[in-house]
């Protein structure tokens, strides 16, 4: 019950993600073929990365094709209603905060059942959930917005650590998953709303 549960949240989350990555390439003005890469690419290409950093291959986008596919058609109709996704940037903001939430449990959790320590297990969540948007981004020739701005890869690695500690208590995988995701949402929306960022450095040779 609880895996069929999972895949359905990991099928969301990846209709979420590649949502984000085909409206990240109409904004490039890309054509139909880029918005549909850039929607497999943030859809499934954290998963990839991370199921290929950690052995489990063949990965579980090409072992079970219903996320291409999803991805696919997804784009696809980004790329013909997009006009009026664009002004419903809050909505898109909300969605994708619960796709980083999923894909970070999603993640975590599957470096757990690889028995990895707790550095393993959280950037296997954090992977999860950024390493899409990573590759959307070096494909877009500019530095990972993850490493320049934003309250983002940092809320996936404090629900990483969150699931760690969740490890060790008594509480059934289901709710360690359900907690981590939630938790990740909650500290997402409420950076968004407080505009809160890491500090940023600051050169002396400019």
Wanted: net charge neutral; hydrophobic share 55%; glycine share 12%.
């Amino acid at each position: 019950m609880f895996e069929t549960l999972i895949f359905y949240f990991d099928l969301l989350g990846t209709v979420i993600f590649a949502v984000t990555g085909a409206v990240s390439a109409v904004k490039l003005r890309l054509d139909m073929l880029g918005v549909v890469v850039f929607g497999c690419t943030v859809g499934v290409g954290g998963g990839i990365l991370r199921d290929a950093i950690i052995g489990d291959t063949p990965v579980a986008a090409l072992q079970n094709e219903v996320y291409l596919i999803a991805c696919i058609a997804v784009s696809l109709l980004i790329f013909f209603i997009s006009p009026l996704l664009l002004h419903h940037q809050e909505i898109i903001t909300v969605c994708d905060a619960f796709g980083l939430g999923v894909f970070t449990a999603i993640g975590a959790a599957k470096g757990g059942q690889f028995d990895l320590g707790p550095v393993g297990i959280m950037l296997c969540g954090t992977l999860s959930a950024v390493g899409g948007g990573i590759l959307r981004d070096v494909m877009s020739r500019k530095i990972p917005v993850v490493l320049t701005s934003d309250f983002y890869a940092t809320a996936s690695l404090i629900g990483g650590g969150t699931y760690i500690l969740l490890n060790n208590t008594s509480l059934p995988v289901p709710a360690r998953f359900c907690i981590t995701a939630l938790a990740v949402v909650l500290i997402r929306l409420l950076a968004v709303h407080f505009h809160i960022r890491l500090p940023k450095a600051r050169s002396k040779f400019n």
